[in-house]
Every structure is written in structure tokens, then in C-alpha cells.
């Protein structure tokens, strides 16, 4: 009877650690904090970029997003002038972001609304000021579009972007310019001084190219106090290649037209005391009957060398008073010699025929004039620099 009673109880602890060992090995994985607990969801939360800034640029977007849960609305309204921001949700809900710039000087109020996945609701607000600049430079173009709207420009036209302001964080600005050229042009900017950056390509344009300019200068900080006053894009478009070709040895002009000859004239440029610049000039203005006053370059009345006198079919070709014009004074001398104050003289039937034309943009080449090179400054000198150097001109290199 003891033998019996022993075997029974070996048996039954034996079943008992069977029964524990098959409880322990079970596939349910589920413990309090896991997700098959049923634990309740995250609660949404909702962030704001910048948050709380003050001195913000107005061309920082704010960005609004949401965690846990979706965006229902978003409004960024001007505490003083009331007027909303245009902005953006995205498709799927998490994220909102202005789409038009914010002023200057001015604080705006950001309310958001949320739902996250537990079906409850949350506000966010939050508050932004810009920053007030001392000074706005605006980004005027030259040449002016709506002057040169109707014709485009000529293969040698330099794209100028003047700025009313010193600019001294030239990198930053020039980051935020652009031509975009189709067909496609390889060209570089030149900081010709603190207000006046120039673009050209490595080689005269191409006709019937189109010309994208931006400036993308707004909320950018120029330096000093001063910032962009507003953002421009413009469109040109290149016309037909018109390059005369002026040869003071020949003392004769040939005019190409796409490369083609189209018209060989007798010339007569400046003497020797004041020899025309050499060098590649672009065609800047132009008049039927223009006043030309030597006291505009600092030769005035009572000074040796001083005139003033009204020219026909004048196209200016640099700042410091040189034009191919008509001058009926110097007609025995062209083809022969050089006795002008600089300009490059025709006779009547030529000056007209040249003016017709030529145009903004188109090029004088001028060689053997026994003039310095047309300098870089001197408007449009821009060809006067090599490709190498002209890049070295960038801000950015």
C-alpha cells in the first residue's frame, strides 16, 4: 500500500508541471502595453514653423503639421490689417504651408485645428513677426522690357539688374538671380559695382533666343539694413545678329546680318586727341534727332573741346558720348580719315539705312581705332573682359 501511494503522488506532480510547462509555451503575446492590448491611440499634436519668431524673414514660409491625427484647417491672418495668408494642406492632411510671402514689419496670429485618430479635437495657435528693414532695394532691369518689348534685343545684349542700394552680401543676392536661356547658353554674372551686376553669355547670344530673368530678391538680406523690396521675372527675346564691323585702318563699316554681309559704308571715327574706344560696343539708345552736348562727359562751354550740337539717327554705343550718327560736316573726311570727337560719323543715306536697322542689343565692333579698350563700366563693356575673367567677376566663384 505505501509502494501504491507513492507512485500516485509522483504521478500527479508529474501531470502538474506538464499542465505549467503547456501554460507557459502558449502564442499569446499580449501584456498590458502592447497593441493588442487594446490601449488607447496617442493623442494628435499640432507644431508650428517659426514658432514664436520675431526678426523673421517675410520669405520664410510658415509650415504647420500635424502627429497622430490629420489637420482640419489652418489660418495665418495680419493682427492689424486682418487680411488672411494663402497657404496650402497637403493630400494627406499632415502638413499646411503659405504659399504668398508675409510683409514687412508686421505680426500675424496662426490658428490650427486638428483631429486625431481617437476622434478628439486640439487647437494650436501661435504668433510670427517679420522683421522691419532700414532700406529696400529694388531689382530694376536694364535694359527697360517695355522698351525693348516690340523689337527684343540684339546678340551683344547684357542683362543688368540695378539695385536703388549698396549691396554688400552679393553671394546671398546673386544666389537669388537667374536667365534662364532657350536654347540653352552657358553664361555667368559680373559685379561691375555694390549696385550694378551683369549677365552675359560666354558668346554673343543666339538669334531667336528666349531670355527668362528673375530675381528672386525678396525677405533676402542685401546687408547693412538693407533687404529685397520684391521679387521680378521679365522675358526677352533675342532677334535677328546684327554686328557692324568698324575698321579704323579701312576707315569703312560692314554691317552682318545673320553673318551675311548686307551693307559695306564709308566711316570716319574719332581723331586723335579723342580716338574712339576699341573693342565690342552694344547699341544702348537710339534717336531720329538727338542734341549732343560734349558737357555731359565733362567738357563744358568755355573749355577747349567743348560742342553742342543736334545729330540725325543717333544709336549711342557707349556712356561716355560715343554714337554712330550722321554728320554732314565730316563727309569729305569718311573713308579717308578720322576726325570725329569719338563718335563713328556716316553720311545721311547711311545713317538712315543704319538706324532702320540696328537696334538695342546689336553690336559695333571697333578695331584700329588707336583708342584704349572700351572699358567694362562704360555701360554695356561688358565684352571687353575674357570668358575667364568675366566669371572671376561672380560673386560666387
Known sequence: MFFKKTLLSTAGILAAVLLISACSSSDDTGTPNSPGS???ESPV????????GTNVSPATPVVVKAEHGKLVDVTVSNTDKGNQ???????????????????????????????GGDGKSV??????STLSPKQQAN?????????????GVGVGQPIVFAFGQPVKNKAEVEKKLSVESTPKQEGSWYWIDDKNVHYRPKAYWQPGTTLKVSAMIYGVDFGNGVYGATDRTETYEVHDS???KADGNTEQMQIFHNGTLAKSMPISMGKDTTPTHSGAH???????????????????????GYYKANEKWSLRISNDGEFVHENPNSVGAQGSSNVSHGC???NAANAQWFYQNMGFGDVVEVTNSGGPQLPVWDLYGDWSKSWADWQAGSALN
Open 38 to 40: 487594446g490601449a488607447g
Open 45 to 52: 499634436s499640432v507644431s508650428i514653423d517659426p514658432a514664436g
Open 85 to 115: 495668408v494663402k497657404g496650402e494642406l497637403a493630400g494627406d492632411g499632415l502638413s499646411w504651408k503659405s504659399t504668398e510671402p508675409l510683409g514687412y514689419g508686421s505680426t500675424y496670429k496662426i490658428v490650427a485645428h486638428a483631429q
Open 123 to 128: 487647437e494650436q495657435q501661435g504668433r510670427v
Open 139 to 151: 531689382p530694376n532691369l536694364i535694359p527697360a522690357p517695355a522698351a525693348v518689348a516690340s523689337g
Open 242 to 244: 546684327w554686328v557692324a
Open 282 to 304: 552694344v547699341i544702348s539708345d537710339k534717336h531720329e534727332n538727338y542734341t549732343m552736348d560734349s558737357c555731359t562727359y565733362g567738357v563744358c562751354q568755355g573749355q577747349p
Open 344 to 346: 563713328i560719323n556716316l
